[in-house]
């Protein structure tokens, strides 16, 4: 078998694994990165982060031409859903980022291999597929992502009963969805069919939407879905579903079935790290899959690293290409002294985290309920986007900022944000917590006027009650 030498190996071609590899090629590394699939960026770029959120955006618009111009004096008559020019755009969206990714490997020297890579031995990775060769290097990477988790009892039929690949190309709109899981994939698919005219029913284990987010702000956005058409069963244990006379049916322990034309499985992700050879490098995976690592992303194996979804910490895009740069910061820092340095560095605590439904939910830092637990003294300042005048001219009112500091140092410990474009103003609030900012210092920014972002300094104000238009 032909073998092939570099610096480092990258197995996996996701925001992690592309990320890595081109940090690590501006850093002078002769660089391989291995993945099966034609298209590069992973599962976020092909059937995740990116299709999703253009199928929302798309969504919203037909959803606001339908019924919410007229009070802007736009009326329109006669809307109606080209559901295939839809799913073209979408598809055109993820074609032209993934051939953005080709373009990037190019012109930094990344060299790829189109195949399955599995260890095969420490510094040791055997390529399968397109390309059938062994590559061996000092250091290699393993970024391989995650795969929708399972449900025991329910089995996706790759129709009628899908994950969320399958959800997004679906050819006709269902009359009735069920969606299995109330966390950021199911709100936001369940968002995106619901506005394209689908009865959607949402059906959750737990007493609560969105797992882990700040409670206040997920009772909001439930409210709000709510009001938007969405329904929601929560406390429900799902014991299997399956098609009966040309029905879905997702059978609940205890309570009535859900019935619908389609079923969405969206309960979450597991680390695909079954296939990966991890036992010949010595490699034990905990019992969630998720390959144990130190501080600098290091395995139990000499030489082997892992990111992103197959390591512990929140399964999303942006921590795995932080920690992708990190890692071969490291690694390169090493290769040119022989040292450890402390170039590359990822505060676990401040990476963000934006569902994308209508509207935004982001969040950063502790929730309430967490420094509750803990213990640990706080106060609270809110602004409500009703009394922002920016919201007000954009009619999309609902929503609030929320701040939590440190009662004593007032040092900002969580920003949580329900609104419009929570999703990109809550990079304010990660950039201010990464420099240790206090309510006080957000409070004294100018922020322009109007924005949304002056949402912030009134909750920052709020936070020792003085907030002016509260």
Same mark, same amino acid.
Request: glycine fraction near 12%; charge should be neutral; charged fraction near 25%.
């Given at each position: 078998?032909?073998?092939?030498?570099?610096?480092? &190996?990258?197995? @996996?071609?996701?925001?992690?694994?592309?990320?890595?590899?081109?940090?690590?090629?501006?850093?002078?590394?002769?660089?391989?990165?291995?993945?099966?699939? $034609?298209? !590069?960026?992973?599962?976020?770029?092909?059937?995740?982060?990116? %299709?999703?959120?253009? !199928?929302?955006?798309?969504?919203?618009?037909?959803?606001?031409?339908?019924?919410?111009?007229?009070?802007?004096?736009?009326? =329109?008559?006669?809307?109606?859903?080209? !559901?295939?020019?839809?799913?073209?755009?979408?598809?055109?969206?993820?074609?032209? !980022?993934?051939?953005?990714?080709?373009?990037? /490997?190019?012109?930094?020297?990344?060299?790829?291999?189109?195949?399955?890579?599995?260890?095969?031995?420490?510094?040791?990775?055997?390529?399968?597929?397109?390309?059938?060769?062994?590559?061996?290097?000092?250091?290699?990477?393993?970024? %391989? +992502?995650?795969?929708?988790? *399972?449900?025991?009892?329910?089995? $996706?039929?790759?129709?009628?009963?899908?994950?969320?690949?399958?959800?997004?190309?679906?050819?006709?709109? *269902?009359?009735?969805?069920?969606?299995?899981?109330?966390?950021?994939? +199911?709100?936001?698919?369940?968002?995106?069919?619901?506005?394209?005219?689908? #009865?959607?029913?949402?059906?959750? /284990?737990?007493?609560?939407?969105? *797992?882990?987010?700040?409670?206040?702000?997920?009772?909001?956005?439930?409210?709000?879905?709510?009001?938007?058409?969405?329904?929601?069963?929560?406390?429900?244990?799902?014991?299997?579903? +399956? &098609?009966? @006379?040309?029905?879905?049916? &997702?059978?609940?322990?205890?309570?009535? $079935?859900?019935?619908?034309?389609?079923?969405?499985?969206?309960?979450?992700?597991? %680390?695909?790290?079954?296939?990966?050879?991890?036992?010949?490098?010595?490699?034990?995976?905990?019992?969630?899959?998720?390959?144990?690592?130190?501080?600098? /992303?290091?395995?139990?194996?000499?030489?082997?690293?892992?990111?992103?979804?197959?390591?512990?910490?929140?399964?999303?895009?942006?921590?795995?290409?932080?920690?992708?740069?990190?890692?071969?910061?490291?690694?390169?820092?090493?290769?040119?002294?022989? #040292?450890?340095?402390? *170039?590359?560095?990822?505060?676990?605590?401040?990476?963000?985290?934006?569902?994308?439904?209508?509207?935004?939910?982001?969040?950063?830092?502790?929730?309430?309920?967490?420094?509750?637990?803990?213990?640990?003294?706080?106060?609270?300042?809110?602004?409500?986007?009703?009394?922002?005048?920016?919201?007000?001219?954009?009619?999309?009112?609902?929503?609030?900022?929320? =701040?939590?500091?440190?009662?004593?140092?007032?040092?900002?410990?969580?920003?949580?944000?329900?609104?419009?474009?929570?999703?990109?103003? =809550?990079?304010?609030?990660?950039?201010?917590?990464? /420099?240790?900012?206090?309510?006080?210092?957000?409070?004294?920014?100018?922020?322009?006027?109007?924005?949304?972002?002056?949402?912030?300094?009134?909750?920052?104000?709020? &936070?020792?009650?003085?907030?002016?238009?509260?």
């Amino acid at each position: 078998m032909d073998t092939r030498m570099h610096d480092l &190996v990258v197995i @996996g071609a996701g925001p992690g694994g592309y990320v890595a590899a081109i940090r690590a090629a501006q850093l002078g590394m002769n660089v391989a990165c291995v993945d099966e699939n $034609p298209q !590069l960026g992973g599962t976020c770029l092909r059937l995740g982060c990116i %299709p999703t959120k253009a !199928l929302l955006e798309s969504s919203e618009r037909f959803a606001e031409a339908s019924a919410g111009l007229a009070e802007h004096g736009v009326k =329109i008559d006669g809307v109606s859903l080209d !559901l295939a020019a839809m799913l073209k755009r979408k598809d055109a969206v993820v074609t032209g !980022l993934t051939a953005g990714v080709a373009a990037l /490997f190019k012109r930094n020297k990344v060299v790829r291999y189109e195949g399955r890579g599995r260890l095969a031995g420490a510094g040791l990775v055997r390529v399968q597929g397109k390309d059938s060769l062994e590559l061996s290097a000092k250091h290699v990477l393993l970024a %391989p +992502g995650s795969a929708c988790a *399972p449900l025991p009892g329910v089995v $996706p039929d790759g129709d009628r009963i899908g994950t969320s690949s399958e959800a997004l190309a679906w050819p006709a709109v *269902p009359p009735r969805l069920v969606v299995i899981g109330a966390g950021y994939i +199911g709100l936001e698919l369940g968002s995106v069919w619901r506005r394209l005219g689908a #009865q959607v029913t949402v059906v959750e /284990f737990l007493d609560r939407i969105l *797992p882990g987010t700040d409670g206040e702000i997920a009772r909001e956005a439930q409210k709000l879905l709510r009001r938007q058409g969405l329904e929601f069963r929560l406390g429900c244990r799902v014991t299997g579903a +399956g &098609v009966e @006379g040309g029905e879905c049916v &997702v059978t609940i322990d205890g309570q009535e $079935p859900a019935r619908g034309a389609r079923v969405l499985v969206a309960v979450g992700r597991r %680390p695909s790290t079954s296939d990966l050879g991890l036992e010949t490098a010595g490699i034990v995976p905990d019992d969630r899959g998720r390959i144990p690592v130190d501080a600098e /992303f290091r395995t139990a194996a000499p030489g082997v690293y892992a990111i992103g979804d197959a390591i512990r910490g929140p399964m999303l895009a942006h921590k795995a290409s932080e920690e992708g740069v990190a890692c071969v910061e490291r690694i390169s820092l090493r290769l040119r002294s022989g #040292q450890v340095g402390a *170039p590359g560095l990822v505060d676990h605590d401040l990476v963000p985290g934006v569902c994308y439904t209508e509207p935004e939910i982001a969040g950063v830092g502790k929730t309430e309920e967490a420094l509750q637990q803990a213990g640990v003294p706080f106060k609270k300042g809110v602004f409500h986007f009703r009394a922002a005048p920016r919201a007000r001219c954009t009619g999309r009112i609902d929503g609030r900022v929320k =701040i939590l500091a440190h009662e004593k140092t007032d040092r900002v410990l969580g920003v949580h944000i329900i609104g419009s474009h929570a999703g990109e103003l =809550i990079a304010e609030a990660a950039a201010a917590m990464a /420099f240790g900012a206090s309510s006080e210092d957000l409070a004294r920014v100018c922020h322009a006027h109007p924005t949304l972002a002056e949402a912030i300094k009134e909750a920052a104000l709020d &936070v020792d009650k003085r907030a002016i238009h509260a």
